[in-house]
Nanobody
Framework: QVQLVESGGGLVQAGGSLRLSCAAS????????MGWFRQAPGKEREFVAA????????YYADSVKGRFTISRDNAKNTVYLQMNSLKPEDTAVYYC??????????????????WGQGTQVTVSS
């Protein structure tokens, strides 16, 4: 079994930055793609970013491209999401997730077997 714990969320003004972390425990995830999703009130969960097990493949949603950076440290079993130039529309609960495969259908939430509990990000205007 795998447990994922997100941290780093909070309240920030528009234009500010936050860095989310996702620590995995239970087993090593160095062979699994990892993703970040978010869900705003009244909206469906949406894909934000994904990174392959090696870090060699990375994919972003158009809405965050150029502002967010995903990275991972397999030695620490941790994935990060650096969020810059935040906008009010980035307000959501952010979830990290572990895929069952190295890199496949990474934008689809049903590709991911394990999910964290989420961390709230609120961007004020």
């Amino acid at each position: 079994q795998v447990q994922l714990v997100e941290s780093g969320g909070g309240l920030v003004q528009a234009g500010g930055s936050l860095r989310l972390s996702c620590a995995a425990s239970g087993r090593t995830l160095s062979s699994n793609a990892m993703g970040w999703f978010r869900q705003a009130p009244g909206k469906e969960r949406e894909f934000v970013a994904a990174i392959s097990w090696s870090g060699g493949s990375i994919y972003y949603a158009d809405s965050v491209k150029g502002r967010f950076t995903i990275s991972r440290d397999n030695a620490k079993n941790t994935v990060y999401l650096q969020m810059n130039s935040l906008k009010p529309e980035d307000t959501a609960v952010y979830y990290c997730a572990a895929s069952r495969r190295a890199w496949s259908r990474v934008t689809m939430h049903d590709e991911y077997d394990y999910w964290g509990q989420g961390t709230q990000v609120t961007v004020s205007s």
